[in-house]
């Protein structure tokens, strides 16, 4: 089973929701915090990253105000407090993974008689040292975070007018205590994949504010008791997801697509220009029985596809080797150019649902359009012998299309779950068929 760069969970605490940030629609969670313990605290957060490079993706910002975390437009993340000229650090390491979820912790303490520790990065539980560039704060300094009258921001800097695309989820301050990444995660004693665990008990402090996206109502709730509650900024119910940590979601994959296609959305939606060119997904199954949905935005022609994992995603055009293909123009393709049969076109709004079966003898795709079954096709008697993954995929021409593996970036007028009761589809699912995401496929590890 490959996972392209990915995470696999591990048992024990669930994270039900994440928040998905779009950079072009402006997204961000704003709260003006009151004056407060300006010298020690802890900044804990999972995130999974939409885009690389070419911008400055913000975490946590202070307006401007010199307090700042940020994935930068050369992809390595950067940590300041005060101005910049008082303290920053930059990590060596990069960070361009756009499947897996990190889980990072940033602990302040001016207090500190080392320099070193009045600022400390942590990254799935193990300590970030390894900088390009460090200034430390001075002895007893306050920064301007808790700082009154001073906007905190999650997912943007206004100022700079710099937002994210990305995923956060479980985002935290504790006020007053410098914490180990012990106090929100563990290491899984069977896999060793660092986990989340259950943080409502930890003292959060006056200030301090505990972010789970539950509420789709009221995404920017405080449930750390405090009471300490975020604006939504451009943000709606939509942007709620159930990608998180402990069950990660396939997505389209841009490490996989040709040079012209845009990803938004938390790369659930692939736009395509005036030229063929293709996508392919995170995650690349080799066994089960696996469903998901495509939403036509817009139409000029797009191919919904599976694609054999061998290929690399990246040079394909009309013609694709390895894949099977139904095509808005209602035809059927295979590895040849011509059609191998035809049948209903879809248009602009219609769902095509796609059922992968790789665990029966004779292994199948089924193309459903709105929820009806329009073909099912023989994969073994055109790839006999072939047992590797095969990856959802998309051959697009001038078109936008919206991919549902079960966290969907638009509204879901019905609402269905798999049998183990994941994923939100617009038709029902399959009997025997799940949801691409890292529970289901722990069933098949």
Known sequence: MLIVGGNQSAAGYDIDNSLRFERASSDYLSRTQVAGNRKTFTISLWVKRSQISANFHNIFSLQNNGFGIQFTNTDYIAFAIGTVSD????????????NAWYHLVFVTDTTQATASDRMKMYVNGVQETSFSTTVYP??????????????????????????????MAEVCLIDGSALDPTSFGEFDEDTG?????????????????????????SLGADVSGNGNNFTVNNLTSVDQSTDTP?????????????????????????????TWNSAMATIMPDAGKWFWENKVVSLGTVNVSIVKATQDGTTHS???AGRIAYSSNGNLYDDGGDPIASYTTFTTNDIIGVALDLDSGTQTVKFYKNGSLIVTYNLSSSYPGYTGGWS??????????????????YTISSGNSDANGYGNFEYAVPSGYYALSTKNLAEYG
């Open 87 to 98: 303290a920053y650090v930059y990590t060596n390491r990069l960070f361009r993974d756009t």
């Open 138 to 167: 001075a002895l007893n300094v306050d920064t301007n975070v808790k700082n009154s009258g001073i906007p905190n921001q999650v997912g943007a800097d206004t100022v700079y007018t710099s937002y994210s695309s990305l995923y």
């Open 193 to 217: 994949i660092w986990k989340p665990i259950d943080i409502s008990d930890l003292t959060f402090g006056n200030n301090g504010f505990y972010l789970d996206f539950e509420n789709s109502g």
């Open 246 to 274: 402990t069950n990660n979601f396939c997505t389209g994959n841009p490490l996989s697509a040709g040079s012209t296609v845009t990803f938004s959305d938390g790369n659930c939606t692939l736009t395509n220009g005036g």
């Open 318 to 320: 009309s013609v694709d």
């Open 392 to 409: 959802p995929g998309w051959g697009m021409n001038s078109c936008t299309v919206s991919a549902n593996f079960g966290s969907p970036p």
